[in-house]
């Protein structure tokens, strides 16, 4: 084996190999390619999840035919990659794409990265599941059990039209 690639989420210097801020994690400053090439004797490459996603859209998926392109992922967190004259697009300070850590609610939520309100903390998985979960303790009436709040069982109830859940995932929609 000539070498391996590494894909993780956070802030990171592909050229470097290190990872600058995972905050969701704690981690900060971490040389992530020293590390492996050192226990595991090979080359190493690191890059970013969503770009990373992008990328193979673009050499292999629905954007195979198109030079530019923009693919936003909502899971742990909320980010996009973006390809442009057919070249993943990094920016300067390697932090393009970071759209969940754009404030889109002033007085919204405290986010993992100290900020307020930011989009991460509307479209996210779990801030999704925390709002079903917030409403169906107030009362709201839901075909998604209490016991039960994940992002599936969310997502299954908005495509039956549970009208909360349908609500819920418009409203992330919105942002």
């Not at 990328?55 to 030079?67: I, K, N, P, V, W």
Request: net charge negative.
């Amino acid at each position: 084996v000539g070498g391996r690639w590494v894909v993780r989420a956070g802030l990171g210097e592909p050229e470097g190999g290190v990872v600058r801020c995972r905050a969701d994690v704690g981690v900060e400053g971490w040389g992530l390619v020293e590390a492996l090439e050192k226990r595991f004797h090979v080359t190493c490459f690191v890059g970013h999840d969503i770009r990373s996603l992008a990328l193979a859209e673009h050499y292999f998926g629905a954007s195979q035919d198109c030079e530019d392109s923009i693919l936003v992922r909502v899971h742990r967190g909320t980010g996009a990659g973006i390809i442009s004259n057919g070249r993943i697009f990094i920016g300067r300070n390697g932090n393009v794409g970071e759209i969940g850590h754009i404030q889109v609610e002033p007085l919204g939520e405290r986010c993992h990265c100290g900020n307020f309100g930011c989009l991460e903390t509307i479209a996210a998985n779990a801030a999704i599941e925390q709002r079903v979960l917030n409403l169906l303790k107030q009362g709201y009436q839901s075909r998604v059990p209490l016991d039960d709040c994940t992002i599936k069982t969310i997502c299954k109830a908005a495509n039956r039209g549970d009208s909360l859940a349908s609500e819920v995932i418009e409203h992330v929609g919105r942002h």
